[in-house]
């Protein structure tokens, strides 16, 4: 298994920052890269045998889908302000991003045809909601969520206020059993508010045969395989992450870790 953390890089000359791929992660359906270009400059992405979901995590940039006429997306100047732009596109298509500030790209990538059509994704189209209550809210920007029209791509961000926990009780997704949990891995992309911050993640099975906890920094990836995957924000320090996740299944069925169940259950503690 390989180390679950993947940390950022200086771009090179193309702008890729971090890469995430089935060959490397040692697993089937999930891509993640992270692309930084400068103003003026282009990001030209084209797949064949895969969908992709481009989600502008910061700047402005025009987009043109295979040659048509240039949108104008972004302007968020951080993932903190809300809901961002995406680009869906089916295999084959091609979208060129043109720059006209700095931008951070995100690209999610999953086993896919051309089923649906390429389409811009505005922030007044991501669903939202928050989640949990005290130290376990979370704010939850749905980007395809798996009523959304895509073959195989699940796509969220999160943002964790400082001092919260997310992905919390532990929860996992790694049973090919629908209707009671679905098989779908997931990669956690990590952004801190200040940047100098960190946070905590852990991903463990009930074996035991994967445990490990990682101090996540800025710009940060974290693969789960398989297990449960719980978040912690320190105080002082708002967590972004970004998920991709995708399996045979396009659905969405967790099932938390039973001996930390009790925390979501009404009138119910731990023995």
Known sequence: MPNLLVKAKNPGPDG???SVTPESAG??????????????????????????????????ATASIDGKAPVEIGGRKSVFEGPGWS???????????????????GICTAPGG??????????????????GKGTNRRLVYNILPDTAAAESLLVVEVVTPGGNWSSYPPHKHDRDALPEESFLEETYYHRLNPPQGFAFQRVYTDDRSIDETMAVEDGDCVMVPRGYHPVGAPHGYDLYYLNVMAGPNRKWVFKNDPAHEWIVKPNKQSA
Request: proline letters at 5%; one cysteine or more.
């Open 27 to 60: 697993w089937k359906y999930v891509g993640f890269q992270v692309y930084r270009r400068t103003a003026g400059q282009e990001l030209d992405w084209r797949i064949s045998g895969k969908e992709s979901c481009l989600v502008l995590l910061s700047g402005k």
């Open 87 to 105: 680009v869906y596109l089916p295999s084959d298509a091609g979208c060129i991003l043109r720059t006209t500030t700095d931008i951070e790209v």
């Open 16 to 18: 890729l920052a971090l």
């Open 114 to 131: 051309r089923k649906f059509p390429a389409r811009i994704i505005p922030p007044e189209e991501v669903g939202f909601e928050e989640r």
